[in-house]
C-alpha cells in the first residue's frame, strides 16, 4: 500500500495528466493495476482549461493510462459546469471518458439530467445519452450573447 500516492503521465498528444488517491495498492503482484481509495485525477486540456474527477474508489491501469471511478463520481470542468454519476470509465491516453449510468449536472446554462455521457477531446465535446432532460436558465443565455 501507498499513503498519498500521485501518478503522472500524458495523453497521446503529450497533454498532463495526474491522478492522486488517499490509498493505492496493487491489485495483484507485479501487476500493472491498482486500486484507489479517494482517486481524484486533474487534467488539462489544450485551451489551458481543465477537468478534475473525483470518486469513492478507482482502479488505474497503469499500462493501458485507462481509470475506472466507481462510487460519487463528480466531473468539474474549470469553466463551472459540474456533472455526477455512480461509475465512469476514462481513457486518459485518447483523452475519452464513458458513463452509462445515470448523471446529473449543472453550470452556468441551467440543469441537466440524462442517462449517460461520453466525453471526448479531453472535454472539448460531451454527448449526453438516452432519455435527457435540460432546463436552462433564461438569463444565462443573455449573458452568453
Same mark, same amino acid.
Given at each position: 500500500s501507498? /499513503?498519498?500516492a500521485?501518478?503522472?503521465? =500524458?495523453? !497521446? ?6 491522478? =492522486?488517491?488517499?490509498?493505492a495498492?496493487? $491489485?495483484?503482484?507485479?501487476? =500493472?493495476?491498482i486500486e484507489?481509495?479517494?482517486? +481524484?485525477?486533474? *487534467?488539462t /486540456?489544450?485551451?489551458?482549461s481543465?477537468l478534475?474527477?473525483? #470518486? +469513492?474508489?478507482?482502479?488505474y491501469? !497503469?499500462?493501458n493510462?485507462?481509470?475506472k471511478l466507481?462510487?460519487a463520481?463528480?466531473?468539474? &470542468?474549470d469553466?463551472g ?6 461509475t #465512469?470509465?476514462?481513457d486518459l491516453?485518447k483523452? *475519452? #471518458?464513458l458513463?452509462? /449510468?445515470?448523471v ?6 441551467? &440543469? $441537466?439530467q440524462?442517462?449517460g455521457f461520453r466525453?471526448e477531446e479531453?472535454?472539448n465535446?460531451?454527448?449526453?445519452l438516452? +432519455?435527457c432532460?435540460? *432546463?436552462l436558465?433564461p438569463?444565462?443565455? +443573455?449573458e452568453e450573447k
Open positions: 501507498m /499513503v498519498n500521485r501518478f503522472v503521465g =500524458t495523453d !497521446q498528444k503529450k497533454q498532463p495528466f495526474s491522478i =492522486t488517491a488517499d490509498i495498492r496493487n $491489485l495483484l503482484f507485479g501487476g =500493472t493495476q484507489l481509495e479517494m482517486p +481524484k485525477a486533474d *487534467i /486540456v489544450d485551451n489551458g481543465w478534475v474527477l473525483t #470518486a +469513492k474508489t478507482g482502479v491501469d !497503469q499500462k493510462k485507462t481509470l466507481e462510487g463520481v463528480n466531473l468539474f &470542468h469553466s459546469y459540474e456533472f455526477k454519476t455512480k #465512469a470509465g476514462i491516453k483523452g *475519452i #471518458a458513463s452509462k /449510468v445515470t446529473e449536472g449543472q453550470g452556468p446554462f441551467g &440543469h $441537466l440524462a442517462e466525453i479531453r472535454g465535446r460531451i454527448f449526453f438516452g +432519455k432532460k435540460l *432546463i436558465f438569463s444565462a443565455l +443573455k
